[in-house]
């Protein structure tokens, strides 16, 4: 759908919008996510962020010791890292679907080293930027162009005080990047293209595996590396190298999924000439995955106990145990049966709020726009991946691509599905009667977001940049 046909089709539908809005129709759902999916495109820096089934807090640090990184995994919702900037700490999300870098300065306790920050006296979507100096892992970064985001609605009900953009150089996905482009005094570069100038000696990629925790739990992240692969897994280097298909974004095509031994494909509705396959975005700041409706409907419609919601995902007993595959370039990468159907944010659905036993799909309806579909937790917690950045950091590289190892044995998941089942769902009763709020839903309107991988209905509204559109 082309951009403008986009704006104006947002624009109506959030004029439309009444007050004490319950829920989408699946026709409102769709065109949501468009608007949704097209602030995305336009460098809005509020990442899709799930909301915590339940409220926690965090007093120690739950990453591993001796990680530069200090890469953690929220609830299985936000992968982060530590950084440092002008001298302050955060965490930031860590999110390859985006390319900008902001910072919510007003959560320092002392922001008085922001007083020494550079102004440059230019505006992006959300927040003055500012250049500043920022370390990342073991490398430090002199002159790093940040947005400072204070108060953005990303923060709210997590421990996300910033967030690290891993993708383009492009000013269609970095505000940054479009903002500075008619001053060339400034460097407007993403973090890592910086960061891969100023270590030439480090190879210009980095590698992701996603861990998985426990329901309401916070712990190490996985694999995080830049410029080498993890000893774990070297076997990623002799994978194939996927093309990355778009100038600013980390998407290249998938075959199709296979669904309990039910092989599902679908023709691109972005891609030239429609070929058999779909254009997909693998995107570590989206929680869970978007597919196509009729490929989403294939995955979970017949599934025993399975119910539609009226918008965008299925509802169905936490004990169903699915299995699908992702095909990518021939091969099969199955997805781990409990990331296939999970634990909804209280609020988000009111048959579950009302039955702790009933589950969400983990794909929801995604409407085609720049991508056909989007692979985010749910897909690389089983998958081992690298992005090689290529020519987008280095000129005379070749262009940009991607690798991934599957990591998950379905045979063995499929085996352990029963008792990780039985301990979440131990985890989410017990959390429930220590607050009662949790799994119920108020009676005026649901309190998360429609798409638990997508910013909330609300704050899309209250956002400064989706205003502009209606104005």
């Known amino acids: 759908m082309p951009v403008g046909t986009v704006r104006s089709a947002c624009a109506d539908f959030?004029?439309?919008?009444?007050?004490?809005?319950?829920?989408?129709s699946c026709a409102a759902g769709?065109?949501?996510?468009?608007?949704?999916?097209?602030?995305?495109?336009?460098?809005?820096?509020?990442?899709?962020?799930?909301?915590?089934?339940?409220?926690?807090?965090r007093v120690a640090a739950v990453y591993d010791v001796g990680d530069p990184f200090g890469f953690q995994n929220l609830n299985n919702n936000v992968y982060a890292a530590e950084i440092i900037v002008q001298g302050a700490n955060f965490t930031a999300q860590l999110d390859t679907g985006s390319s900008d870098f902001w910072v919510d300065s007003s959560l320092v306790q002392n922001n008085a080293s922001f007083a020494n920050a550079t102004n440059t006296g230019f505006n992006a979507t959300s927040g003055l930027i500012l250049v500043v100096d920022v370390t990342f892992g073991n490398f430090t970064i002199f002159g790093q162009a940040m947005i400072d985001a204070i108060g953005t609605n990303a923060t709210e009900g997590t421990n996300i005080t910033a967030l690290v953009g891993l993708g383009a150089p492009a000013s269609s996905s970095s505000s940054i990047v479009a903002s500075l482009s008619d001053d060339p005094q400034i460097n407007d570069?993403?973090?890592?293209?910086?960061?891969?100038?100023?270590?030439?000696?480090?190879?210009?990629?980095?590698?992701?595996?996603?861990?998985?925790?426990?329901?309401?739990?916070?712990?190490?992240?996985?694999?995080?590396?830049?410029g080498e692969v993890s000893d774990e897994w070297p076997g990623i280097q002799d994978t194939e190298q996927l093309p990355v298909l778009l100038s600013d974004a980390w998407a290249t095509v998938i075959d199709g999924f296979v669904v309990n031994g039910r092989t599902l494909t679908d023709t691109s509705k972005t891609l030239p000439n429609g070929p058999p396959q779909m254009l997909t975005l693998f995107d570590t700041g989206t929680a869970r995955a978007l597919a196509p409706a009729e490929v989403v409907d294939a995955m979970y419609r017949d599934l025993p106990g399975a119910e539609f919601d009226g918008c965008c995902q299925y509802t169905l007993p936490c004990a169903t145990l699915t299995n699908i595959s992702v095909i990518i370039g021939g091969q099969l990468f199955p997805i781990h049966p409990i990331d296939a159907v999970?634990?909804?944010?209280?609020?988000?659905?009111?048959?579950?709020?009302?039955?702790?036993s009933v589950c969400v799909s983990a794909f929801s309806y995604l409407s085609p726009?720049?991508?056909?579909a989007i692979l985010g937790d749910t897909f690389l917690r089983n998958a081992y991946a690298l992005y090689y950045f290529g020519n987008w950091t280095r000129q005379d590289d070749g262009p940009p691509y991607m690798q991934l190892l599957s990591t998950t044995n379905a045979t063995a998941a499929a085996a352990e599905f029963g008792a990780l089942n039985d301990a979440r769902q131990t985890a989410r009763k017990a959390a429930q009667q220590s607050s009662p709020s949790i799994g119920t839903t108020s009676g005026a309107q649901r309190s998360v977001p429609l798409w638990p991988t997508f910013v909330s209905l609300l704050s899309v509204l209250m956002s400064r940049e989706l205003a502009a559109l209606i104005s």
């Open 369 to 372: 726009n720049n991508v056909d």
């Open 14 to 24: 959030l004029r439309g919008i009444p007050p004490g809005y319950m829920g989408p």
């Open 189 to 226: 570069s993403p973090l890592m293209n910086n960061l891969f100038d100023i270590y030439p000696d480090v190879d210009n990629y980095m590698t992701f595996l996603l861990s998985r925790a426990s329901l309401y739990d916070d712990t190490a992240g996985g694999v995080l590396t830049v």
């Open 342 to 356: 999970v634990v909804p944010a209280a609020g988000e659905e009111q048959r579950a709020d009302a039955d702790t």
């Open 30 to 57: 769709a065109l949501l996510a468009a608007c949704v999916w097209h602030a995305a495109a336009v460098n809005i820096p509020f990442r899709r962020v799930a909301t915590s089934p339940a409220p926690r807090s």
